[in-house]
């Protein structure tokens, strides 16, 4: 139930999704291409969304290179310029150059995206690991974790921003609060079911210790949801940060984010359209990448699920 | 069944409790003090002290907890900071607005999305479905407000079909209402329609392998009937689920769509209210919401026997 895409798909019930395809009785010799580009071949998706998500990265490593200047220079002479070979995005009501302020973005959006994915899916991990095993433990902090998944997320998000500064490292903390209990759940569901196989049974009957267990048959069970949760939750928390951002209570103005250059532009956008379009279009680029990934990393990782849902 | 209705509504309890906490913790912790803001420029420290005693600030975090839980089921949701009035007067102030367009958003949503799933489900493999799912895929990805901006341009600056911005009340009218909600509730029900379309389309697909399909198609039922009648009608719980959990994406959705259509509602209230650390008006809203939400989602779990005749608790 998450996130504008505060929601995603792996909230889905598992249910839904379990039908396969009837198989031909006689299968199709399969065109194997070997390497990488063969890999790409099997899974646009991994390779469309990898590739730009690639490139977002290399853009905001190498922003200073890319024929940008200041972000933050003030330049009130030349004010809401329309795009011009000069200014290739126009210039924002206070004269900043908007293709700067635009490419320097890439780094909020991106920093966020990626320290909420971590920190989310290491807390969430922990929580449901702790929730699937330690029984008392259980009703408990699933109770909690309930209570907080009924507070939409990103209501919880500005909720908690009310209480601090605007910083980028306090955002990253209020959208991680509001992913942690779905990663928990999830974590929880799949312990759950990963406690009743069978070698997990033998392994109890052999007197193999419970952290043991933990690390070697119940963790890299984990890997392949999270994998595709953590990807998600990216694409959620770059959505949500820019939606803080825009209404005031995310990253500091001071800082160019997605989120703030369209604040900005908020005010003149019935004249200057081009001051929201550009950091728009990047910004849903780049979730579009993060979610095609995410789509292509669940596929391929979790071939029951693959091209159903 | 009575006995699963009494579980299921009691159950709701340690939610609503873990949220309470969570929303009175807000205002525990929140920077400034009450005592000195009432008390003024001019309050001595001992003049602090007594106005903190007679608000019973200086007491226990359990106890004022515990008062502020009976203030709320008296319905007092505290005073604003900063108009001085009753939060709960200011919630009812802006609530047509946002009530209006939750629930066009999401009659509009429903409607749009459920035929989209259904269509993808049936022609699956086909352009159809491709196109579907690709909407899909767009609809996670492009956020509310992007989507607003983009519907306002191309249809109110450009085209000048549809009012910009704002609000009509209902009481003037159902035709300047409906046109000033029609391009925020697309907006906002881009994201929902998406998760809708795509749960439709995974539960269809499943249904449409079933037996009683087949046995459906071979007694001669049309193409149609077996879509709508026979495989919807067995669809409908995990569908009518995620339209009820979906619910956290609108009400998210709305606080910016709200502010991109410059809408007086509730969202509007949040977004001024975290601006100026409001936090009384903060407090009111999210467990509004919150209580909003939870309420539907209990709902929906005891309207399943309505969908699915062989659900008995």
């Known amino acids: 139930m998450s996130s504008a895409s505060v929601l995603n798909p792996a909230d889905v019930p598992q249910s839904a999704i379990k039908a396969a395809a009837p198989m031909p009785d006689i299968m199709p010799p399969v065109k194997a291409r070997k390497g990488l580009w063969g890999y790409m071949y099997r899974n646009p998706s991994i390779a469309i969304g990898g590739t730009i998500v690639l490139l977002m990265v290399l853009m905001a490593i190498f922003a200073p290179l890319l024929w940008t200047v200041d972000p933050t220079a003030l330049a009130p002479a030349r004010r809401t310029r329309e795009p011009s070979a000069l200014y290739w995005f126009g210039t924002d009501m206070l004269g900043r150059d908007v293709y700067s302020r635009v490419v320097y973005g890439a780094r909020v959006s991106l ?76 974590v929880r569901g799949v312990v759950l079911s990963l406690r009743e196989q069978p070698y997990v049974d033998a392994a109890v009957s052999c007197g193999t210790r419970t952290p043991v267990i933990i690390w070697r048959h119940i963790l890299p069970n984990t890997v392949a949801p999270m994998t595709v949760q953590a990807t998600y939750i990216c694409a959620s928390a770059m959505i949500v940060e820019s939606i803080l951002s825009f209404i005031g209570a995310g990253t500091p103005p001071i800082i160019p984010s997605w989120g703030n250059i369209m604040a900005e532009g908020r005010a003149l956008w019935q004249v200057k359209p081009y001051i929201v379009f550009f950091p728009a279009l990047f910004l849903s680029i780049t979730v579009l990448a993060v979610n095609l990934l995410g789509d292509g990393l669940r596929d391929a990782l979790d071939p029951r699920m693959a091209k159903r849902i | 069944m009575f006995a699963y209705v009494v579980r299921r509504i009691l159950a709701t309890i340690p939610v609503m409790a873990v949220v309470a906490l969570f929303v009175f913790s807000l205002l525990y912790v929140a920077p400034g003090d009450p005592a000195a803001v009432i008390a003024g420029d001019q309050a001595t420290p001992d003049d602090v002290e007594r106005i903190r005693q007679s608000l019973g600030l200086d007491r226990p975090y359990l106890v004022r907890f515990g008062a502020w839980v009976f203030d709320i089921m008296r319905g007092d949701l505290g005073v604003s900071i900063f108009t001085n009035l009753p939060v709960v007067t200011m919630i009812q102030q802006r609530i047509e607005p946002t009530l209006s367009l939750m629930v066009v958003t999401l009659i509009l949503a429903v409607s749009i999305a459920v035929p989209m799933g259904v269509v993808a489900a ?74 809708i379309a795509r749960i439709t389309r995974a539960t269809m697909l499943e249904v449409l392998q079933q037996d009683y399909i087949r046995t459906a198609r071979a007694k001669g039922a049309g193409q149609p009937s077996i879509l709508f009648l026979h495989a919807l009608k067995n669809a409908a719980v995990p569908i009518v689920t995620v339209i009820g959990i979906g619910i956290a994406l609108l009400i998210g959705g709305a606080v910016v769509t709200e502010s991109v259509f410059a809408i007086p509602g509730l ?47």
């Open chain 1, 111 to 186: 920093i966020v995206g990626f320290a909420v994915a971590v920190l989310a899916s290491a807390i969430g991990l922990t929580i449901g690991l702790v929730s699937g095993f330690v029984r008392w433990a259980d009703s408990i902090v699933m109770r909690v974790m309930d209570g907080m998944m009924s507070i939409p997320p990103i209501l919880l998000a500005i909720a908690l921003m009310a209480l601090t500064r605007g910083s980028v490292g306090n955002v990253i903390i209020a959208i991680t609060i509001a992913e942690v209990p779905r990663v928990s759940r999830l």
């Open chain 2, 122 to 195: 049936w022609k699956v493999g086909t352009w159809m479905d491709r196109a579907v799912m690709g909407f899909a895929v767009l609809g996670f990805s492009v956020p509310v407000f992007v989507v607003g901006y983009l519907l306002a341009y191309v249809f109110a600056l450009e085209l000048d079909w549809l009012p910009v911005q704002g609000y009509t009340p209902f009481s003037q009218g159902f035709v300047p209402w409906f046109e000033n909600l029609i391009l925020p509730a697309i907006a906002l029900g881009s994201v929902y329609i998406a998760l």
């Open chain 2, 267 to 313: 969202g509007r209230l949040t977004v001024d209210a975290i601006l100026r650390r409001d936090y009384p008006v903060i407090q009111g809203v999210v467990l509004l919401f919150s209580f909003v939400y939870v309420l539907v989602n209990l709902v929906i779990d005891l309207l399943y026997t309505l969908f699915d005749p062989r659900i008995r608790y």
